[in-house]
């Protein structure tokens, strides 16, 4: 059945952004008082090194999971195979989770250049298989249609893991990080697994004859999980790096900060892949529907977002100290320059999802490696250069360069170009974020005068843009 799209468009936009900001913002605000306590009781250093054991189980976890948390979706839509997705989710956990037993000396030698975490590495092993299988549910649910399933389970996920992990570190300090990071995969876990038994009954096992003919399960998702080897890959690399040409504090204070401004965008970036995408994979990309909702999307996420990026940028100083502690302020400058870099990130994700839509999945993957290739490169040599706010750097570099390359995409491959006003709209903002940038810790009130252009703005946009549909 085809995607139907709203009359109303924009206002659908505007509250199916609302809807996924609210949900999102709930996690990340249960996420942000976690990061709290790893912060002020691990400080910098504990925060480096839960990054680097988690980036390196999440590229075990994409690299033998196949990609079915994202195939499984349409798989079980299309088939209502159930069995089979939980089959091959079973074989691929048990894969991850010995794979990441074997590698855990070699693991251990390039990421901290020593063999003092083979243990470590070896003891979260589990971690790997756990988040397959909680995945693999995930996506068995989606395709379900249990929506609602899905949510909750995320909610009272991050919610019983907070509750969870948050006594261990303050108890155990140093000595908790391991378990911590384990009782987290095993919580997700248990929450997905109770709401998704009580939607479909436990079915699957891995002999061949539950295994066989899964050939379309897996070619469905393999583009997707290369993107996402690409993109878990390019993290560690980075952090990788960063660790070796400084120390393990400075890897926390760019994961910290990179955590939170991305967790800020991630707010309100969460209807694309629920909302958008779908709408415009029905579309033909030659439609004036198509270039309209594509309009339309950019015109909400950049317009919902301005305000906020100019509010972090001015509260940083009372912020970080708030989410983290003392100790992370070296980050303010790095943190604010990639606040600017989600200016362009609401002017490129819609664009990122034509290849998808179009089911031109060599292109995507194409055009993300392209993208991490740059990230390393400039926050490297940022990095190199100018230390931790020459990382910030990086990313908003990166940010600039990936949004020139995906709007040359779309224009070669579907002619669309972007208006002339939106193109302005856009300046205009992004303009008001790099004023507060530069004038706000000279002058608070200055700063505050930008914000205030920056709400104003954006409600006249939409004001006048509701009342035209």
């Given amino acids: 059945m085809k995607f139907k799209i709203p009359e109303s468009l924009y206002a659908h936009l505007l509250s199916s952004m609302a809807l996924f900001s609210s949900a999102q913002g709930l ?20 925060m480096g090194i839960i990054a680097l054991y988690n980036t390196v189980l999440h590229l075990l976890q994409l690299l033998t999971s196949l990609g079915l948390s994202t195939s499984g979706v ?18 691929t956990a048990i894969a991850g989770t010995f794979l990441c037993l074997i590698l855990s000396p070699w693991l251990s030698d390039w990421i901290f250049g020593d063999r003092n975490h083979v243990r470590a590495i070896a003891c979260l092993a589990s971690v790997v298989g756990l988040t397959t299988l909680a995945c693999n549910e995930q996506a068995l649910l989606r395709g379900k249609g249990e929506l609602r399933a899905v949510a909750k389970q995320s909610v009272w996920g991050c919610i019983l893991t907070a509750a969870v992990t948050i006594p261990v570190i303050f108890i155990w300090r140093e000595r908790a990080i391991v378990p911590s990071i384990a009782i987290a995969a095993l919580m997700s876990f248990c929450t997905v697994i109770w709401f998704s038994l009580k939607c479909v009954p436990l079915q699957g096992s891995i002999s061949w004859s539950a295994l066989r003919g899964g050939g379309d399960l897996l070619r469905l998702g393999m583009l997707f999980v290369v993107a996402s080897v690409i993109a878990a890959g390019g993290d560690l690399l980075v952090r990788t790096l960063l660790n070796r040409e400084g120390a393990l504090t ?79 302020l070296p980050a303010t400058e790095c943190m604010q320059l990639m606040l600017l870099a989600l200016y362009l990130r609401a002017l490129k994700l819609p664009l990122s999802y034509i ?49 020139l390359l995906l709007a040359a995409y779309a224009f070669v491959a579907d002619g669309y170009a972007l208006p002339l006003r939106q193109w302005l709209m856009g300046m205009a903002q992004f303009s008001l974020g790099v004023a507060t940038f530069f004038t706000s810790t000279k002058n608070l009130w200055i700063g505050l005068i930008f914000f205030a252009i920056s709400v104003g703005l954006s409600l006249l946009i939409f004001t006048r843009r509701l009342r035209q549909q």
């Fill in 355 to 403: 290849p998808l839509a179009q089911n031109r999945g060599i292109h995507y993957v194409l055009l993300e490696g392209v993208y991490y290739i740059m990230f390393v490169f400039f926050v490297w040599l940022g990095y190199v250069h100018f230390g931790i706010l020459g990382a910030g750097c990086g990313v908003l570099l990166t940010a600039v360069a990936d949004y």
């Fill in 74 to 91: 349409r798989y079980v839509a299309e088939t209502g195979d159930v069995k089979k997705l939980r089959s091959w989710s079973l074989l």
């Fill in 250 to 328: 400075e890897v926390g204070l760019f994961h910290a900060a990179y955590m939170t401004v991305f967790s800020l965008g991630g707010m309100f970036f969460a209807s694309l892949e629920s909302d958008y995408y779908p709408q415009l994979s029905a579309l033909n990309m030659q439609s004036e529907q198509a270039t309209k909702l594509i309009n339309n999307q950019i015109e909400v996420a950049l317009l919902s977002i301005s305000p906020f990026i100019v509010l972090g940028i001015l509260s940083l100083d009372w912020i970080i100290p708030l989410l983290f502690s003392q100790k992370f």
């Fill in 27 to 46: 996690n990340v605000a249960v996420s942000i008082l976690r990061n709290k306590v790893v912060a002020v009781v691990l400080g910098p250093w504990g």
